[in-house]
């Protein structure tokens, strides 16, 4: 587990919340308004990415009045500044490679305040290509094991071997064991068309899916072995995340759990 999930997985055990409630839900409607535009549609039947984003949506309880406001913006039914995607490459603290992706209404600002902070880090923005050769664009689905809360003494090894393969027999192109809460969990990935049919297969087979969506999964990873260098990396990425205009925060590196 790496970059974008290891992250996430760090919040949560530090019970951090992701972003205040209110910059959530402009990042989320910005997603939802790029969604609709994109997919040139508000109908999440046909459009995966407006379903991905909705799915968010649900999941902190954003107003519905918000959701519709934010699609028909995106089917350009309501005035206002034209919001478009941008993508960062750069290097951060320990030279660990960074994709970052945003949206926004003035890309002069969100540029500076990108590059600012890659500065600050220690670290350096990069050209397009610089570190995208890094990553592969994956379809990732966080899933809650069958088994329940892990046995102690007989630890999670017999359990969870069986239940990675069934994931790989579903169609599963690799799959993450770890632990989160007492509980086995996986983490896995698809191509990003298959994202939606396998959380399908995954739910009939017995699984809990509790999270979904497009992802940049590093194809090799930074193992980071000093302390210092993983405390800069971790307040890098959290105030990149910290952004208004930043959407998701990608990155190679590899924190093993004795320095956590």
Do not use: C
């Not at 790496?2 to 997985?9: F, N």
């Not at 459009?47 to 909705?54: G, K, M, S, V």
């Not at 739910?203 to 992802?215: D, H, K, N, P, R």
């Amino acid at each position: 587990m790496s970059g974008h999930s290891k992250w996430a997985q760090i919040k949560r055990q530090k019970g951090v919340a992701d972003v205040k409630r209110g910059m959530m839900f402009t990042k989320i409607a910005n997603a939802i308004t790029i969604a609709t535009r994109l997919g040139n549609s508000g109908d999440p039947n046909t459009n995966p990415r407006l379903r991905e984003a909705l799915e968010e949506a649900r999941k902190i309880n954003m107003p519905k009045e918000n959701v519709q406001r934010a699609i028909d913006r995106g089917l350009g039914n309501l005035p206002g500044q034209t919001l478009e995607e941008v993508l960062y490459e750069g290097f951060g603290p320990g030279r660990v490679a960074f994709l970052v992706e945003g949206v926004t209404d003035n890309k002069l600002r969100t540029n500076q305040i990108v590059k600012s902070l890659f500065e600050h880090s220690g670290g350096a923005l990069g050209g397009q290509g610089s570190v995208a050769y890094m990553f592969e664009r994956k379809g990732e689905l966080k899933v809650k094991g069958k088994g329940g809360e892990v046995d102690e003494v007989k630890g999670k090894g017999g359990e969870v071997d069986d239940e990675m393969l069934e994931l790989i027999d579903l169609g599963a192109e690799d799959v993450d064991a770890f632990t989160e809460e007492g509980e086995n969990k996986y983490l896995i990935y698809v191509e990003g068309p298959e994202l939606y049919t396998m959380g399908n297969k995954i739910t009939q087979s017995g699984f809990a899916v509790e999270e979904s969506g497009l992802v940049f999964k590093p194809t090799t990873t930074m193992q980071i072995n000093d302390k210092e260098i993983a405390q800069k990396i971790l307040d890098f990425t959290e105030k990149l995340e910290d952004q208004d205009d930043i959407q998701k925060v990608f990155a190679n590196f590899d924190i093993p759990e004795n320095i956590l």
